[in-house]
Each structure stands twice: as C-alpha cells, then as structure tokens.
C-alpha cells in the first residue's frame, strides 16, 4: 500500500474499531441488565444479522471490482438486477416468517417462559424486515469502495455494526422487553443506512452512460462464484452457534457465544487490509507491478503486528479481561473458547492476503472452495468419530478450519502467481 493506501486502511481500521469498541461497552451492559435468558437469545440474533450478508451474493465485491476497473455500466446492470433480486427475498421471507414463527422459535431456541416466547416470536419478524437495510448497506459500501471514496464507505462499517450493539444499548432507556428492543434496532438502522444506498445509486448512475451487455455476460460467472462465497461463508462460520443455541438452554448460549464474538473483533485488521488491497489487486490481475508488491508487503506488515499484539494480549490478559469485563462466570467458563478460537482467527490472518489476491482474479472459485471442503472433511470427522458435538469439539473444529484454509490459500495463490508470470511472458 502507498501512503494514500496506508491512509485508507487506517481509516477503514478505524470503521471497524468503533464498532468493536462500541460492543466492549454494550455487552456488560446489557449483559447485566437483561436477564441470562434474553440476553443468550440477543446473541443468537445478532449472530443471524450477521448471516443476513449471505443475502448479498457477492453483489457488493463484484460492484467494487467493475468500478476498481472503470467498468461502471456492468456495475450499474448488476445493481438494478440486485433490486429485483432483494424484493423477491425479502418478500419471500416475510411469508416464511409468518408461516414457520412458531416452528422456527421452537426448533432455534430452548424456551420454557411463555412471555419470553412471545417476545422472541415478534422479534424473529422484526428481523427479517432488516434486511433491507443490512442489504442496502452492502451495496452502498460496494459502490464507493469501487469509487474510492472510503470516507463514506467506511462511515457505512462503522453505522452497520456499530449499530447493532448501540440501538439495543438506546433501548434499556426505556425496557427490557426484547420485541421492543428489536425494533429500536431496525429503525435505527434503516433511518442510518437506506440513505445512504440512495447516495451510492446516484453516485453510480453519473458514472454509467450505457450498460454493456457483453460486459454484463462476463460478470455472470463471477457472480456465480460471489455467491457462493457469501451463500456458505457466513455460515460455515456462525453455524456452530447455531448448533449451541438449539442444544443448550438460552442462559448458557452467551458463555460460547460472545468469546467468539470477541475473537472475531481481530479480525478486524485484516478485514481492514482486505478492503483496501482487492480494488488495487483488481487492476491488470497478470501484471504484479511494484505497487501491488508495495502494497502486499504493507497489508502484511499489519497483518503480523496485530498476530503478535493479539497474541500478546490472549497469553496475557485474556483470562483477566474476561473476569472484570463480564464477571467471574464468563472467565471460568469461556476462558478456555477464547484461546482456541483465537488461534484459529490467527493463523487465518496470515491467509488473508492470499485470499484477496485470489478473490481479485480468474482464481476466485479456490475461495469459496476451499473452506467449504475443510469444513466439510473436518465436521465430517467430528461427526464419524464423535457421538456428541460438544462445544469443546465445535470450538477445535472451527480453529482447525481456519488454519487449514489460510494454508490452502498460501499454496494456491503461489500456483496461481507462478501461472501469471508464465502467461506474461507468453505474451512478451
């Protein structure tokens, strides 16, 4: 990354500290003010807006990549056909969630209160209508990474996570009903992201004269593959909570839960490096000229002082900050979740940027490939060899997954950089 890169990753670092730093505060909070039951079920649902960017398929990065390109008519294509594609999916799942509530609830949640039943019920419908916004968001995003204007997309990070530990936080104001809550959280953020989208859209129009149908064609197969990465991405990686939710009682979900939310906040710097590096690995994918080499060497500098500060801090302080953070249940029981997931989120760092180079180019299937066949052979395992998932084993099995990945990465994108220069040379 040059200087102006390196500005943009700081500011993109930031987009995604608030966030991170806004949640340290709320979750004690909240934590201390709803009761174990709701809180556990808050979690759950935060963990399902989290999936909601399954919905996106991948629209959001392809958008990114047509701008990084200057091919903003194939951009301005896919976005109308992400309209379209939104109103069937969210009206699709208004009728699901008002047909399968009762049965979703049920099977989702262990819940004996009849009260807290009925609050999740209405908050399981609340969830679905955020969708839009958590759609609109991606896009937005999308289309001024594409432009270069991090300023407002970072804005877009920080208001889209941010907001789902702030508007919760608001809410304790007036109740502790989590109906009410749910609902202070989607009008929070829909009054904070849909203008924003309308911003993107405009933005995107003035830079589009005329929409390419060839150039449209090509984008189908990536946006086949974009799919699938958002499809099982986000999934393979909160699925394990999905599997605690629905087999251990509400009040005992957090102590899995929110150590592995608080692992995950690492990966904010490589995620930061992430966004900054795929507009610039776009251009001329073949050619590997000194500023993509200035800027890999950069992101990875990032990249291996945050893996020693992280490490430093787990070794060190994790078991402390744990006991004054969420008091002594929360270190005696999630102490040992927080080390193992950490390792795994670590040693995934150092495959990020393997995995931009690869996602950025003709090799971008290796991506939404590989984590779906280390999954599928390492939950595999467990499963055949295990009679019982227990949340020591989902936890070793989610770590093993992200090394094995950041692995295949590494050796993948070494293949496909050799491939490169051979087909460089070919054409000198």
């Known amino acids: 990354m040059t200087q102006a890169s390196d500005r943009r990753f700081i500011l993109t670092l930031v987009s995604h500290l608030l966030p991170a730093l806004l949640a340290l505060v709320a979750i004690p909070i909240l934590g201390r003010h709803l009761d174990d039951a709701r809180f556990g079920v808050l979690t759950v649902l935060w963990t399902v807006m989290n999936l909601f960017v399954i919905l996106d398929l991948g629209a959001g990065r392809i958008m990114t990549q047509s701008l990084a390109t200057g091919d903003a008519d194939s951009a301005l294509g896919l976005l109308r056909r992400s309209e379209r594609y939104l109103l069937l999916v969210f009206f699709a799942a208004i009728v699901i969630a008002g047909i399968w509530n009762h049965e979703i609830t049920d099977r989702l949640f262990q819940i004996s209160d009849p009260g807290l039943f009925d609050e999740v019920h209405v908050s399981l419908i609340l969830l679905v ?3 839009l916004p958590t759609f609109a968001a991606t896009l937005a995003r999308g289309i001024f990474e594409g432009l270069g204007n991090f300023r407002i997309a970072n804005a877009i990070q920080a208001l889209n996570y941010g907001g789902l530990y702030f508007f919760p936080l608001v809410s304790l104001l007036v109740t502790n009903n989590l109906a009410v809550i749910c609902s202070i959280l989607l009008l929070g953020r829909t009054l904070t992201l849909i203008p924003f989208y309308f911003l993107g859209r405009k933005k995107l129009k003035e830079q589009s004269r005329n929409i390419k149908k060839e150039s449209l064609r090509e984008h189908y197969a990536k946006s086949f593959w974009f799919t699938l990465i958002m499809l099982t991405n986000p ?9 605690i939710s629905a087999n251990v009682p509400p009040e005992k979900v957090a102590y899995y839960i929110i150590p592995m939310d608080l692992v995950l906040r690492f990966s904010l710097i490589p995620n930061a490096v992430y966004r900054v590096l795929f507009p610039v690995l776009s251009k001329d994918f073949d ?16 990249i291996l002082l945050a893996v020693l500060g992280g490490s430093i801090a787990v070794i060190f302080l994790g078991d402390w900050f744990l006991l004054h953070w969420l008091g002594s249940d929360y270190a005696s029981q999630s102490f040992f979740f927080m080390k193992v997931a950490f390792v795994g989120v670590a040693g995934n760092a150092l495959g990020y940027i393997p995995y931009t180079y690869l996602q950025s180019g003709p090799a971008l299937k290796w991506t939404a490939l590989m984590p779906i066949l280390s999954y599928s052979v390492i939950m595999g395992s467990l499963a ?12 070793l099995a989610w770590s093993a997954r992200l090394m094995v990945d950041a692995l295949g990465f590494y050796l993948i994108s070494v293949y496909t950089i050799r491939q490169s220069q051979l087909k460089v040379e070919g054409r000198l």
């Open 235 to 243: 999934i393979i990686l909160y699925f394990d909570r999905l599997i």
């Open 384 to 395: 055949l060899f295990s009679s019982e998932l227990y949340q020591d084993h989902l936890v």
């Open 129 to 131: 209508l955020g969708i």
């Open 287 to 302: 050619y590997f000229n000194q500023e993509k080499i200035s800027a890999v060497l950069r992101g990875y500098k990032w």
